[in-house]
C-alpha cells in the first residue's frame, strides 16, 4: 500500500477494514494530451525538447513516445482555440526527470542551440528543475532528483527550510552548465541554497 501523509503529519492513517474492498493505485502515469490550434509547431517543439518519436500522427492526431509507452504525449488539432488567459484553474506543468544532472545539462545547451530557452530555473530541494514554455504557454518542467532516494527527498518536505521556503531557490542555468562542465562536484552543484521565506506568490502561476 502506498504511504499517505496525514495533512496535519502526524495522524495515522487508518488500515482498510477487511470487509471492505482494497483501494489500488494505477501503476503509472500513463501520458498528457494537449489540444491545440498549433498542432505542427508543437508537434516539432515536443518532438525537439524530449526527442521524442511520432508513434503516429494523422496530422490531426499525434503520439509521442520517447520510453517504453506507446506514447507519453498525444496532441489534438482544434482549430481556433483561444490561448490561455492568465488566472485560470488547470494544470500548471507537467515535469520529466532526466537520469542525471549531465543528462540535464546537456539536454539545456542542446535546446539552447535551438533557440528553447528556459522560463524559470529553480532548485526547489529535492529536484534541480528547467521550466519551459511550450508554444502554447504550456508549462514542462525538465528536472533531476538531487536525492539518492524517494525518502530522502521526502524527508526535506518536514525541514524547517522547506517550511519557510516550499518553492526553491532560482538559479542560472548557464552558470549551472558551466559549474558542470568544470567537474565541480554534483553534489554540491545539486545543493539547494539557503533562502529566506519564499511563497508561491513570488512565482509565475499564470
Ligand atoms: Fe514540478
Known amino acids: ?24 493505485s494505477p501503476v503509472r502515469l500513463a501520458h498528457v494530451v494537449l489540444r491545440t490550434s498549433k498542432f505542427d509547431e508543437l508537434l516539432r517543439w515536443y518532438r525537439s525538447v524530449l526527442c521524442a518519436d511520432v508513434a503516429f500522427s494523422n496530422g490531426h492526431i499525434a503520439f509521442l513516445a520517447y520510453d517504453d509507452e506507446h506514447h507519453r504525449i498525444a496532441l489534438i488539432q482544434v482549430p481556433g482555440l483561444q490561448a490561455q488567459p492568465a488566472g485560470i484553474c488547470g494544470v500548471h506543468h507537467i515535469a520529466f526527470t532526466y537520469a542525471s544532472l549531465g543528462d540535464l545539462v546537456a539536454t539545456y545547451e542542446r535546446l539552447e542551440g535551438l533557440g528553447i530557452r528556459p522560463v524559470w530555473c529553480v532548485n526547489h530541494g529535492p529536484t534541480t528543475s528547467m521550466y519551459y514554455a511550450d508554444p502554447d504557454g504550456n508549462q514542462v518542467e525538465l528536472q533531476i532528483d538531487n536525492c ?16 519557510s521556503n516550499p518553492i526553491g531557490v532560482d538559479f542560472d542555468p548557464a552558470d549551472l552548465a558551466r559549474r558542470f562542465r568544470a567537474g565541480e562536484d554534483e553534489a ?14 513570488g512565482i509565475n502561476l499564470r
Open 1 to 24: 500500500m502506498n504511504k499517505v501523509i496525514d495533512p496535519d503529519r502526524t495522524a495515522p492513517v487508518a488500515a482498510p477494514s477487511a470487509a471492505v474492498a482494497p483501494a489500488i
Open 148 to 163: 539518492a532516494t524517494v525518502e530522502e527527498a521526502g524527508a526535506f518536505f518536514f525541514t524547517p527550510a522547506f517550511e
Open 188 to 201: 554540491a552543484i545539486k545543493q539547494r541554497p539557503p533562502s529566506g521565506p519564499r511563497g508561491v506568490d
